[in-house]
């Protein structure tokens, strides 16, 4: 779409001010099992998101179709939807920052990568797996290949262009030694440097955490000091700072209301957003058009700053933190890159400083099991008892079930082990106490 | 969307070099999100699907692809593409023109939502949101909106044949959140249904349900911690489903079963459940969030018997995962929009109604959770391991229903859970979801009426439940 066209159109037709990003979106999957290719999936994606202002109202559009007719059915939509609107907040286009800080994250080598090298390394990776132990009943393994561009351009002149590439190799194993025992282990990697993956140590990994999960002993419900992984505290904190959207405040539907610059957790949680930290999660401007920049979200335990866009900062009579997400609609808030900064423990001395706990590796069922606004969650869980300082044996089936808030108080210490999730959050393990666990 | 003319020259590249059957899975979707939260018109979304997508088979082989650029150009050089993944030579006869398959309309006729000016249904979300702000000044958040999803499909396959298929969906949000003293409670309710403006404005009382809903969150505020540990759980009708749905439904798509990845691959005729339950998955309910009058394969969708009295009857296959079982699709083949290859997926499924009364359930029992709401759950077909988050309960203690209490996740293994059933009401009822999987997200119904289980883990943040 020629947008210089669509801005003059849109002008014509009263639409005081608008903007519009146009996404491609280039994808390869694979997936193989017992060495044949169950899925081999391609696609080429493209989309327009766009807002409009009209009669002082904003209205917005998501559209795949792009053809003549595209244009004037953004146009409409826009104006239709801002006819209904009775949001009080103000309707803003964002004229640009005085200044963006680009950077080129894509990476040419991996555009190069073809389908048959990933084949390869996939029937690699199936092989090692299978031959690692006879206990590896099943094994499901992927690779995920992903090449986007973005352009948002605005009838004040502003064009901010975004490309970058990303790749995934994924397996699942399913372990079994008697009947009636069965467990299963994920693992996945991401990069868009083909040179960092590591077969073997992909493998060994996995293996390890799939046998590891056999031989499980039922735990007695209680409560207990706990070690979570570094993945298990990122879906925890990920729900924990959503608290500090600034919309929710405004909203009253935050517990973070009023607490500005007071203690929210324990003085040994620190917690920034990098958006400019160049990886793969990079983000140089939001999605209004301002530019991002690094800051504390948590210091020592204390609640820094808010989460903002350019309408609830104008609310509150601040300056927008650059938090603004969600293209095609009325604009929400997100963040990227958060960082917990790590505590000086490994991990196996968090073992030794908690003596007697469980460690927990896995939490799932977080849509239903968490709710974010109360903090309260119950959660379906894997672990291992820890028994003197040291690792034990696996625990079968059981729950973790807290509350957000009191977790993130509850701290004992930090582990070193910081690792970026794809959640783009860099995370480690944590030591807890008392958290309760419920089970046969 | 496409021309037949278009159609038939994509499927014959796509099948030069080997492949046995090509389908092209043709969308438009429009979808529209109307919210009014505290009193006012606070946002209105639109947003439209558009594409194709492309199916090889061969054998147990399949590719994958999908664009949106649905120009001739676009879609031969996919076609290309694809059919590059296999060295061969043409297998079967190029196409010359397709076949319109007819197929039955399970709904009854209503009007459609699309027909509906947008300001009554802002009027009418304007009525229900009162009724939750007005209820009581503890609910501080009050919203209420509705989805309006056109989804209008064509498929054309390698056989000739050709299919049309077009609906209407429709869901009514209410949601809100309650404060006091630093504590926060949330609620989500969401009936939708194929049923048009009658659905909303007839079938279903959305004033009696605002009540509710609001009675309900400020009720949860108050309710102490659910308690924790294994003892036996009634399961409220509806939405009270979701345990089928995770603790065997998922089980039972030929997705898992097919690759024997499912804990009841080769169990047809075994007993995986207690005598006591029936299960069934139906596509053909007319007006159901679930329903479909052909599936997105093109097979004709069928009411699937998937437990007798205890005993496994049938899987729920694709064309595609039913090649590696010898058997044919049965009409259960779904997915989210053209991005996704279609796969086996549940519909409307529930536990069969029993004999007993509700009252008689929570009478016969002593001690007891007695879980009414849920939030959703998740399963891993492989290990059996499910949950299930439950936002509202109550104590069940000498026969009487005491107390409430607030959420907790229930967790079990497939395995043995439907063993443990050890009462079936005669109060079936469904409550509609999201189901998210390998083929996106799809609307479905889960149901059963009340049941009781013998014994299950549940994850309160409260103690004992000999404590109540």
Known sequence: ?440 | MISKKLAAEVINVASQTGADFVEIFAENTFSSYLEVENGKVEETRNTNISGVGLRLLKGTQSVYGSTGDISRKSLLQLAKELSASFKGERQINEVTSFTLKKHKNFNKPFTPLTSIPKSEVVTLLKDINKILSDYDPRIVKSTTAMIIKTNDNEIFNSKGLMFKNFREYGRFIIESVAQENGKIETRFDGPAAQGGWEFFTKTLDLKALATEHAKKVILMLQAKEAPSGKFPVIIGNGWGGVIFHEACGHQLEATSVAKGLSVFSGKLGEQIANPIVSAYDDPTIPNEWGSFNVDDEGNVPVKHELIKNGILTSYLIDDFNGRRMNEPGNGASRRESYKYEPTSRMSNTYIAPGKSTPEEIIKNTKLALYAVSFGGGSVNPATGEFNFGCSEAYIVKDGKITEPVRGATLVGNARDILMHIDMVGNDLALGQGMCGSSSGSIPVNVGQPTIRVDEIVVGGRGGSIYEF
């Open chain 1, 1 to 440: 779409m020629n947008f210089k066209k669509f801005f003059e159109l849109a002008k014509l037709n009263g639409i005081e001010a608008a903007d519009i990003e146009e996404t491609r979106n280039k994808s390869l999957s694979i997936s193989m099992f017992k060495g044949e290719i169950v899925l081999y999936s391609v696609s080429v994606d493209k989309n327009f998101t766009a807002r409009g202002i009209y009669n002082g109202k904003m209205g917005f559009v998501s559209v795949e179709n792009d053809d003549k007719t595209t244009p004037s059915y953004i146009i409409n939509t826009i104006k239709e939807a801002a006819s209904l609107s009775e949001s009080n907040d103000e309707a803003i286009i964002f004229k640009g920052s005085p200044k963006y800080k680009k950077k080129n994250i894509y990476n040419e080598e991996l555009a190069k990568f073809t389908p048959e090298d990933a084949i390869e390394k996939l029937h690699e990776i199936e092989n090692k797996l299978y031959a690692k132990s006879n206990k590896i009943k099943n094994v499901e393994l992927g690779f995920d290949l992903s090449d986007d561009t973005s352009i948002l351009a605005n009838s004040y002149g502003l064009n901010l262009k975004t490309k970058s590439n990303l790749y995934y190799f994924y397996a699942e194993i399913v372990v079994s030694e008697k009947e009636n025992e069965t467990k299963a282990a994920f693992d996945l990697f991401f990069d868009n440097d083909l040179s960092k993956f590591n077969v073997d140590e992909f493998v060994d990994k996995l293996v390890e955490k799939g046998l590891s999960k056999l031989g499980g002993e039922p735990i007695q419900s209680g409560k207990y000091k706990v070690v979570l992984k570094e993945n298990c505290v990122a879906s925890l904190l990920a729900s924990a700072i959503s608290n500090a959207n600034s919309e929710s405040i405004q909203k009253h539907s935050s517990v973070f209301e009023g607490k500005l610059n007071t203690k929210v957790f324990s003085n040994k949680i620190t917690v920034e957003e990098r958006p400019l930290e160049k990886n793969l999660f990079y983000t140089y401007f939001d999605d209004e058009g301002v530019a991002t920049t690094n800051k504390k979200i948590i210091d020592k335990g204390v609640l820094k700053t808010f989460f903002y866009n350019l309408a609830t900062a104008k609310k509150d009579g601040v300056q927008t933190t650059g938090n603004a997400r969600e293209r095609g609609s009325k604009m929400g808030i997100g963040f990227t890159n958060i960082y917990l900064k790590p505590g000086k423990l490994s991990e196996e001395q968090l073992f030794e400083k908690i003596k007697n706990g469980i460690y927990i590796t896995s939490l799932t069922g977080l849509h239903a099991g968490l709710n974010p606004v109360s903090g309260d969650f119950s959660l379906q869980a894997e672990g291992f008892h820890i028994k003197n300082g040291k690792l034990d044996k696996p625990l079968t089936l059981f729950t973790l079930s807290g509350n957000l808030f009191n977790v993130f108080n509850d701290v004992i210490a930090l582990a070193n082990n910081s690792k970026l999730l794809s959640s783009s959050i860099n995370c480690v393990s944590m030591a807890v106490k008392n958290l309760k666990i419920s089970a046969e």
